[in-house]
């Protein structure tokens, strides 16, 4: 579960993988930014 979790995250015993932590983050903010979006457009509707 944890090594699972570690190839997730992109957080290694040894270092840190910076195109994993880009893989986390695009996703992330892109849901967070068409999230925004929607709640924005419904609020202001």
């Known amino acids: 579960m944890l090594e699972r979790f570690q190839e997730l995250t992109g957080i290694y015993r ?6 994993s932590f880009l893989g986390l983050v695009i996703p992330i903010g ?13 609020l202001f509707l």
């Not at 892109?30 to 419904?42: N, S």
Request: glycine share 22%; net charge neutral.
């Open 14 to 19: 040894l270092g840190f993988s910076k195109d």
């Open 30 to 42: 892109f849901v967070v930014l068409v999230g925004g979006l929607g709640a924005a457009l419904i």
